[in-house]
């Protein structure tokens, strides 16, 4: 899959927030091949593959961003409470977008753990909700609602438009990935759901979702195959050989997933990278 830029950018989600503006990038140098985009804590940074050369791009506000699939735009999440972050987390995160290489900020709204749409159309993040009524599964004395969450999606060509919400109030989530047009996510205070569509899976099971359809990974004491929503047998088994699965990250076209595959060695674990078809459920390491 040729990119312009290698799409790789290890994030840390962290609550450590900073009050200084971002500092100003350097001069822009000629690229002499792809370029990979990392965090160290909360500095953006890059390096040319190809030369070796790093080039610190801009000081964020936390370690809680995303990568464009295109590595031209960046969105971060900033501590907007004037008491900063608790020991939980953020008390009052706000969303910022700006270019990657010249980085300039612009606020997309309330929000955290934000997760871009594969085609760069969407941003979907957890929101705090507070108030209003209809909490599944929550008894308040009085009525409404406690501090509660849900998922929205901002467009980031319309930072000034209000966001869509994708899956209504509930106790807490937790983002998995976007599947189609909406996102595959653990809902507290148990429940696995597809926007507000709950499936009939512990959200232990689902590993991931496919960025381009209703495909899942699933994962149980009996293996591990990917599956669909509306169908009745799994569209593929996946022969781990006794490994199970680590970390990971599905393909855009979602035809394949690389992941981290982890075995027992004695008492400790030992990791190798793999990459796994979704149609056929086949599994190549990765030297």
Do not use: N
């Amino acid at each position: 899959m040729t990119r312009a830029a290698t799409l790789l950018l290890a994030l840390l989600v962290a609550c450590t927030t900073t009050t200084e503006a971002p500092v100003e990038p350097p001069p822009a140098e000629p690229r002499s091949g792809p370029v990979l985009y990392y965090l160290r804590r909360t500095t953006l940074a890059s390096m040319d593959l190809a030369s070796g050369r790093r080039t610190t791009l801009a000081e964020l506000p936390s370690a809680d961003a995303a990568l464009a699939p295109d590595a031209t735009r960046m969105v971060v999440v900033e501590e907007t409470s004037p008491l900063g972050s608790s020991p939980e987390g953020f008390r009052k995160p706000a969303l910022l977008i700006g270019p990657t290489e010249e980085w300039a900020i612009t606020e997309l709204g309330p929000g955290r753990s934000p997760l871009w749409a594969p085609d760069g159309s969407a941003v979907a993040a957890i929101a705090r909700v507070r108030g209003g009524e209809g909490c599944p599964g929550v008894e308040t004395e009085g009525g409404g609602c406690p501090a509660t969450e849900e998922v929205v999606a901002y467009d980031p060509a319309a930072p000034a438009e209000p966001p869509e919400t994708l899956a209504g109030p509930a106790l807490g989530y937790s983002l998995l990935g976007w599947s189609g047009e909406t996102v595959l996510a653990l809902r507290a205070p148990g429940e696995a759901v597809l926007g507000d569509e709950e499936l009939p899976y512990r959200p232990a099971e689902l590993w991931g979702a496919s960025p381009v359809g209703e495909i899942f990974l699933q994962v149980d004491d009996d293996g591990a195959r990917f599956i669909r929503v509306d169908a009745q047998a799994p569209s593929a088994e996946v022969d781990l050989d006794g490994a199970r699965l680590g970390d990971g990250t599905w393909s855009f076209d979602g035809s394949t997933v690389a992941v981290v595959l982890l075995e027992p060695v004695g008492a400790r674990l030992s990791s190798r990278l793999a990459l796994i078809d979704s149609e056929s459920g086949a599994v190549s390491e990765v030297p």
